[in-house]
C-alpha cells in the first residue's frame, strides 16, 4: 500500500506563488507515475500535471506555463511549483500515484490512479 501526503496549501493573492509537496511511502521515481489532480467547490475533480519516469511532465491547458511539476533528489518526493497564481486555481489539490507507466492518454484519467493523497487546500484571493 502506498501512502501519499501533501503539504504546501495555503491563501495568496492573485499572481502569488505555491509550492506544493507530496512524499510517497515509496520511492516515485522507481517506475511509478505520479500526478496532480485538482477539485473546485461544486466541480469535478481535474487533471493538473503528471510525469511518468525517465518522461517529462505533462500539463493541463489550463496551468501550462504557470505550474512545474519535478521530482526530488530522494525519490519520493514531488513538487508542484504554482506561479501567477488566479482565483480559478482555488482547490483542493491531490496527490495520486499508479506503479505503472501510464499512457500519455490516460495521466489525465483518475481512475489509473490507485493512491491518493487526503489533499490540500489551496486558496487565491482578488
Known amino acids: 500500500q502506498v501512502q501519499l501526503a501533501e503539504s504546501g496549501g495555503g491563501l495568496v493573492e492573485t499572481g502569488g506563488s505555491l509550492r506544493l509537496s507530496c512524499a510517497a511511502s515509496?520511492?516515485?521515481?522507481?517506475?511509478?507515475?505520479m500526478a496532480w489532480f485538482r477539485q473546485a467547490p461544486g466541480k469535478q475533480r481535474e487533471f493538473v500535471a503528471g510525469?511518468?519516469?525517465?518522461?517529462?511532465?505533462s500539463y493541463a491547458s489550463s496551468v501550462r506555463g504557470r505550474f512545474t511539476l519535478t521530482r526530488g533528489n530522494a525519490g519520493n518526493t514531488v513538487y508542484l511549483q504554482m506561479d501567477r497564481l488566479k482565483p480559478d486555481d482555488t482547490a483542493v489539490y491531490y496527490c495520486?500515484?499508479?506503479?505503472?507507466?501510464?499512457?500519455?492518454?490516460?495521466?489525465?484519467?483518475?481512475?489509473?490512479?490507485?493512491?491518493w493523497g487526503q489533499g490540500t487546500q489551496v486558496s487565491i484571493s482578488d
Open positions: 495520486a500515484a499508479s506503479s505503472r507507466y501510464l499512457i500519455t492518454s490516460s495521466l489525465g484519467t483518475e481512475s489509473a490512479y490507485p493512491y
Open positions: 515509496v520511492r516515485s521515481d522507481s517506475g511509478y507515475t
Open positions: 510525469v511518468r519516469a525517465r518522461s517529462s511532465a
